[in-house]
């Protein structure tokens, strides 16, 4: 069965980084796009970027532009999201995302804290 395993969050300073990994499995990974998304406290999930198959095209929130990068292995079926610049504001729960058969799946969340 498809399942998603985020790893890497933690406590960070502001303007520190974070390398947030999601493993694949139960699929051919090297054939969907994945994406990003995060959820704050007592606000909807919002979708940070999303790559595609050969990771040649990107797209990203205009509230992370600029400081978040996101990347893929298919070799190690693995999706990255390399976090600079961090703000308070970052704070939230962090979800990989596919869409396979029609259904959206999505990993157990990985939290992140940008705190002094």
């Known amino acids: 069965q498809v399942q998603l395993v985020e790893s890497g969050g933690g406590l960070v300073q502001p303007g520190g980084s974070l390398r947030l990994s999601c493993a694949a499995s139960g699929f051919t990974f090297s054939n969907y796009a994945m994406s990003w998304y995060r959820q704050a406290p007592g606000k909807e999930r919002e979708l940070l970027t999303t790559?595609?198959?050969?990771?040649?095209?990107?797209n990203y929130a205009e509230s992370v532009k600029g400081r978040f990068t996101v990347s893929r292995s298919n070799a190690k079926k693995t999706v990255y999201l390399e976090m600079n610049s961090l703000k308070p504001e970052d704070t939230a729960v962090y979800y990989c995302n596919t869409l396979y058969g029609l259904r959206n799946y999505w990993g157990q969340g990985t939290q992140v804290t940008v705190s002094s």
């Open positions: 790559i595609t198959t050969a990771g040649g095209s990107t």
